[in-house]
């Protein structure tokens, strides 16, 4: 909820676009295709959806994806 000067209540969302292109970006281990061992999950990457908590399961199975594999890297 935002509340304006004029003491009015206006309810909206926030949209921030940008971060890590996902073709930079393999999508099952979330291991950056340019940096070895750099892993990135929720909003460091450029993903835009609807709302309504999808961000939350995107940034959930990311961090998940990136943890997973990252823990299991030997390289």
């Known amino acids: 909820m935002i509340i304006m ?8 969302v926030a949209v921030i676009g940008g971060g890590v292109d996902l073709k930079e970006v393999d999508s099952k281990t979330m291991r950056s295709k340019i940096v070895k061992n750099l892993f990135f999950a929720g909003e460091i990457l450029d993903i835009d959806g609807p709302t309504g908590g999808y961000n939350l399961q995107i940034y959930w199975s990311t961090g998940y994806a990136a943890g997973k594999h990252a823990a299991e890297s030997k390289e």
């Open 5 to 12: 000067s004029d003491g009015q209540k206006h309810f909206g």
